[in-house]
């Protein structure tokens, strides 16, 4: 039996990566989706994938970081489904540009508010629904929310204000029956650096970081959804990872160096 059977599942980010993963292994009978997403066209492409799987998927345009459309997905999924059980804030945009090669921060701003306020607009419309089920929210942050890496002084401070914000948040509900599971990928083979800023602000067109030893979008969102139904506190998905967030406090010099050797090298 699917380990969702009987859930809502409002996903963002879900027309391509490690959204569309997540939805599709998700799926299946007595599971009932809506997904958000910006490209309505990919958007329903995966949508029908998840009925194929025997789920109910409904796909709705939205802009996270855009106030109005996140409470326009919040409000349809409940108006449709009746209720919500676990919100999964997965949009995010990625970018990669030394500091000082940057001119204009309109980026930096733009990419605060879709990886951050993205994911508290659609959290403060959810949570009414969630509260009623004893629900679950689910914060995609990155290993760059917990360290930060050169190249991404856009990137690294939306994540770390997203994970931050979820565990100020936590506590705030602890008495109300609402989880909060957050996960920390690190290099995940999807395009999202590729179509992320450059130091112009326009499409990078490749990845600032070395990716050959990037997981699987696959393994990712299975990691993913065995913690969001083990209603686990956290998730770093590797042991390398979590080795190197011990050296990060024991020996911070030698995450530096490793760092380093992370980047791609013209």
Same mark, same amino acid.
């Given at each position: 039996?699917?380990?969702?059977?009987?859930?809502?599942?409002?996903?963002?980010?879900?027309?391509?990566?490690?959204?569309?993963?997540?939805?599709?292994? =998700?799926?299946?009978?007595?599971?009932?989706?809506?997904?958000? =997403?910006?490209?309505?066209?990919?958007?329903?492409?995966?949508?029908?994938?998840?009925?194929?799987?025997?789920?109910?998927?409904?796909?709705?345009?939205?802009?996270?970081?855009?106030?109005?459309?996140?409470?326009?997905?919040?409000?349809?999924?409940?108006?449709?489904?009746?209720?919500?059980?676990?919100?999964?804030?997965?949009?995010?945009?990625?970018?990669? =540009?030394?500091?000082?090669?940057?001119?204009?921060?309109?980026?930096?701003?733009?990419?605060?508010?879709?990886?951050?306020?993205?994911?508290?607009?659609?959290?403060?419309?959810?949570?009414?629904?969630?509260?009623?089920?004893?629900?679950?929210?689910?914060?995609?942050?990155?290993?760059?929310?917990?360290?930060?890496?050169?190249?991404?002084? =856009?990137?690294?401070?939306?994540?770390?204000?997203?994970?931050?914000?979820?565990?100020?948040?936590?506590?705030?509900?602890?008495? $109300?029956?609402?989880?909060?599971?957050?996960?920390?990928?690190?290099?995940?083979? $999807?395009?999202?650096?590729?179509?992320?800023?450059?130091?112009?602000?326009?499409?990078?067109?490749?990845?600032?970081?070395?990716?050959?030893?990037?997981?699987?979008?696959?393994?990712?969102?299975?990691?993913?959804?065995?913690? $969001?139904?083990?209603?686990?506190?956290?998730?770093?998905? $590797?042991?390398?990872?979590?080795?190197?967030?011990?050296?990060?406090?024991?020996?911070?010099?030698?995450?530096?160096?490793?760092?380093?050797?992370?980047?791609?090298?013209?």
């Amino acid at each position: 039996m699917n380990s969702f059977s009987g859930k809502v599942i409002a996903i963002t980010g879900a027309s391509d990566g490690i959204g569309a993963e997540l939805a599709r292994q =998700a799926a299946g009978k007595n599971v009932w989706l809506a997904l958000a =997403a910006r490209n309505q066209e990919k958007l329903e492409a995966v949508a029908a994938e998840c009925r194929a799987l025997g789920a109910e998927a409904l796909a709705i345009r939205c802009d996270v970081g855009v106030e109005s459309d996140c409470r326009n997905f919040i409000e349809e999924t409940a108006r449709k489904y009746s209720s919500l059980d676990i919100l999964v804030n997965n949009a995010g945009v990625s970018g990669h =540009a030394n500091f000082e090669d940057v001119t204009d921060f309109a980026w930096y701003e733009a990419m605060m508010r879709v990886n951050y306020m993205g994911s508290l607009y659609c959290t403060r419309y959810a949570l009414p629904h969630l509260k009623k089920r004893h629900g679950q929210i689910v914060a995609i942050s990155s290993l760059a929310g917990k360290v930060g890496v050169p190249g991404r002084t =856009a990137y690294s401070p939306t994540k770390a204000a997203q994970a931050l914000f979820f565990e100020a948040l936590r506590l705030e509900l602890r008495e $109300t029956g609402v989880d909060i599971t957050i996960v920390y990928p690190g290099v995940v083979a $999807t395009g999202i650096r590729r179509h992320g800023y450059g130091p112009d602000g326009q499409a990078a067109g490749k990845s600032g970081l070395k990716e050959d030893n990037a997981m699987s979008v696959q393994e990712c969102a299975r990691q993913i959804i065995e913690a $969001t139904h083990a209603r686990k506190r956290e998730l770093v998905m $590797t042991l390398q990872a979590r080795i190197g967030l011990w050296l990060k406090l024991a020996f911070p010099k030698v995450v530096d160096r490793m760092l380093l050797r992370a980047i791609k090298k013209e």
